[in-house]
């Protein structure tokens, strides 16, 4: 860098005056910093924090600019639809700035805020005076608060806050909230409260962090000091490990039942708690809580084999319990138990520590007495449906494709007839919404495929009280490749490394060929043309590829052996290979696993019409529930040039290639 364009060089002084904006970016772009004394260098470094708080006063304001004007858009239109004029806009930022949609979701919610509600921080952050972490704080504070009550405050602690770290900032808020109205701190209090839960996410490193939100702080700070405690009793007994990692290791032990060392057992010896490998009969153990009220239960240990165990209490019909609801006044919930020891199963509890309804009267293994493996759905708890599902002779588990889109199995599918051979539902059983109708489910087949006969339904699809005869089809016969051999891994990993690599040339090409496009329609607007709008211009570039595209699609999935499917529902071998295509969901920025998503038709499923979708490898891809309804809204377009190429088309025409997951 060079000063020699710079009018004059500035004095200390002069850097703090200058104030955010286009002239403070240019200087601060060709100032020579190796050139200036520290006085000047540390000027330097507060201006150029001021310019990042105008910078990104200036983002959210187009954040807040783009909310308004897709508000508009809706209020003009007299259609509902599935997904929230609210959730588009965060999908929309989140795929424009290629962040998650949590950051997405708090650059809209601040941008709000600030531009109609907390006008004094807004002015401030614009000025340069306070930066992005401070403002957030002053919004997050006051937010639920009345209106007159959050201005007033904040026409007190606006002027401290360019003074004040985020942390003494925050403090000062707090302080000033619960002084003029301390039932509105309580009550805000207790909102988040009600919020509470259990968070999880992976690191770079390859290891994942767990956290418990908004929980009380008078119990977070319990928690920390018996923690602590325990650690250093363990490091006075001889452990080597620090005690951060002591700790975490108590920590993880815990949650996961893992006795406690000897050293640390000694500490429950003050007759406050009692460790629950410890605990006597009637006593309560330290390790229980209520599952609806956070608060420590009040339960009995078991006495002996078969008596309530010390997971159970007394329940009435319809109040909370610590493994179920809906027990008789007096008695334990049902749980199934170990025919010796009378013990509940060891996995018969659900993602936050209870036995669902369903999980109470699940199947179990008749050796071991445990609910079948697969017997959970997306959630971690077994639907009503699942609960009653018929499942294999041998092993006992639920068929493999018995779960609707999200993981359970719907009450029509749970009776659905089924492949004497593999016992799986018929891979057309499904109507429009991915459900078994009830005529369907014992409608007349045709021996060869297993369909419906054809005029086994009347003109809504219900069959007449006399077609209750079902026939069942053979059975299906072994997956082979085009050759006729049989399918094996090594060749279906060979074929999606092959489609992976495609599909990579492919979106070089295609995102080529529209900066293409998009130049030329740049050149021919200075030329004094009407420039046509860039969603039409991007959309209408990659309806073209995609129609161009067609005949490679059908050469490579005949190619492969990937047939369409008359159905609806996918079956279950390829589902697997969708899902082993993407890992998860294929929204630009989102990253929730594919185990939790919807197996959706890229094209609507229509086989009946030209160029309708049709259930095959090329037209399916996993979307989590949220992203499902995003795409189904007129001004999104999602298009699958290639089997596992996906491009999307925002409202603004900006567009978003998503590509197979990488080999793990």
Known sequence: MTTETVPAELCWAEWAELPPGPELGFRLAMVDLAALPDDELTGVMAAARRQTSWAQSVE???????????????????????????????????????VPSGAAQELVWLAEALTERHLRTWSALVSGLIDYRRAKVVVEVLDGLDD???????????????????????ALLKRAVKKADPAAAEEKKKAARRERRVEMWENSSGTADLVGR????????????????????????????????????????????????????VLYDDGSTVPAEDAAPGEPSATEWDAASGEPS????????????????????????????????????????????????????????????????????????????DATGAVGTVSDADAGAERDAASGEPFADATGAVGTVSDADAGAERDAA??????????AVGTVSDADAGAERDAASGEPSADAADAVGTVSDADDVTVRPAARREARTPNGKARTPTYDEAVAEVERLIAEA?????????????????RESRDGERPVGRALLVSQAVAAMDKALEGLRDTWCAATGQQAHDGYRPPAAMRRRIERRHRTCVFPTCNRRVVACDVDHTRPYDPAVPGGGRTRAD??????????????????????????LLVWI?????????LPSPPE
């Open 148 to 170: 007159e009550l959050a201005d007033r405050i904040e026409s007190k602690v606006i002027a401290d806050a360019p003074s004040q770290t985020v942390t003494r900032l925050r």
């Open 506 to 522: 492919l979106a070089t090409e295609l995102d080529r060929h529209l900066e293409d496009v998009l130049a030329t329609a740049r």
């Open 60 to 98: 959210l304001a187009s954040v807040a600019e783009l909310a308004r004007r897709r508000q508009a858009e809706e209020s003009l239109e007299n259609v509902r639809w599935t997904s929230s004029t609210h959730e588009r806009l965060v999908d929309e930022v989140a795929a424009e700035l290629t």
């Open 214 to 265: 908004d929980l009380a702080a008078e119990d977070v700070e319990a928690i920390m000091n018996r923690l602590s405690a325990v650690a250093r009793a363990m490091r006075a007994d001889g452990d080597q490990r620090p005690v951060d990692a002591i700790r975490a290791d108590l920590y993880r032990d815990l949650l996961r039942g893992v006795p406690l060392p000897e050293a640390a057992r």
């Open 298 to 373: 009040v339960v009995e240990r078991d006495a002996d084999p078969g008596a309530p165990s010390a997971t159970e209490q007394d329940a009435t019909p319809g109040g909370p319990s610590s493994v179920g609801q809906d027990a008789a006044p007096g008695k334990p919930p049902v749980v199934g138990r170990d025919v010796v020891s009378g013990e509940p199963f060891a996995d018969a509890t659900g993602a936050v520590g209870t036995v669902s309804d369903a999980d109470a009267g699940a199947e179990r293994d008749a050796a071991s007495g445990e609910p079948f493996a």
């Open 422 to 431: 593999s016992g799986e539902p018929f891979a057309d059983a499904a109507d």
């Open 650 to 658: 925002t409202p603004a025409g900006h567009w978003h290639m998503v």
């Open 619 to 644: 037209n399916l891809a996993p979307l989590c529930r949220r992203h499902h309804r995003t795409k189904q809204h007129r001004t999104w377009w999602l298009v699958q040039p290639f089997p596992g």
